[in-house]
């Protein structure tokens, strides 16, 4: 028995506060685990509990708290998130935007692109909604409820409902996913097309059908968020690596619907978030921190482990931006060079 279902998100227009589900999606590789750490860290002090620095030995919060489970903690998707925020979870992961199937018409492409590998669209992708797991219950029920049909109408009929994108630069993500990829401890990573990855060149994986899942998860949200500019916000994983206190904290005001967070808490949790910790926990853990790798192969992967900077160069990068110009992604969104973006961009509008 996997325990008692314990709440039905997503029903109503007219539900309390607390039973709101927020939606805080990434796109694979763009700080979906710095973020459910960051949160489930704060989320942990908050309740009175306390985490010990594995590389300085520091005790964060009460030194009388109950430790952080790490061997429990599984990555949602859904997140107890009381009393940091004024809802009781919220969802951390990869998923097309909820309400977006009502506007999708508009991006003539969207429906016949396929995601080239599972994982993109968590809520509409078929599984098990009336047993979706829990982290951080706080209780021994950790499982809930969800109905994404009334997901895909809460964005339309509840003005307090907050969604928010992480996205990262195209071509970087797509470099980091390239590598996850290649070790990925599920087949369907690690296969591209008929063939092995590891025999599958860097830019044939980019533009032969990688970057067609990035747009088309996008642009879910472009779409939205110009419906629905005050439910639906973009945050770059860029700029939320470079500020991750004030990116942060505006991120959960607004999925709080301006609710405040404890700065000092939040800065703990963001320094115990850093790449350095987690790859010592998951040394400690003895795989990925999503459980996808060996230990060898760690989810928090250094940059030398990355494709090298001469395969993207400024042809890449311009074939990148070109093909997401074409299919419509708005160019203000990304910090993309002037002198690749502007002529493309001109290039369009002339035509």
Known sequence: MRGAVIGFFGLSPSQSRSQRLLILATIPRSGTWFLRYSISFLCHLAGGGRIDDRLTGEIVGAASGAPFDFERFAGGPLFRVRPALPSDHLFIGHTVCPGFA???????WWRT?????PGYDYLHDGFDYDWTPIDLTGAPEPYTKISPQALDRAPWDDEDQRIVLVYRDPLNQLDSFYHYSRTHAHGAYRIFGERNLGDVPFREFAFGGAIASYAKQFMSYQVMARHLP??????SYESMMARPLDVLRDLL?????????DEDLLGSAIALARPE?????ERELGRSLDGT??????HMRPPSAHTAAADIDDTAHRLAVEWLLARGLDPKYFSWPAEVAAPLAEARRAS
Do not use: M
């Open 277 to 281: 910790h987690l790859r010592a926990i």
């Open 253 to 261: 005001g607004f999925l709080g619907n301006g609710a405040r967070v």
């Open 113 to 117: 692109t396929a995601f080239h590998v």
């Open 102 to 108: 009502r506007v999708a018409a508009e991006v003539p």
């Open 293 to 298: 790798h060996s230990a060898r192969h760690g």
């Open 230 to 235: 005050r439910q639906v916000k973009l945050v």
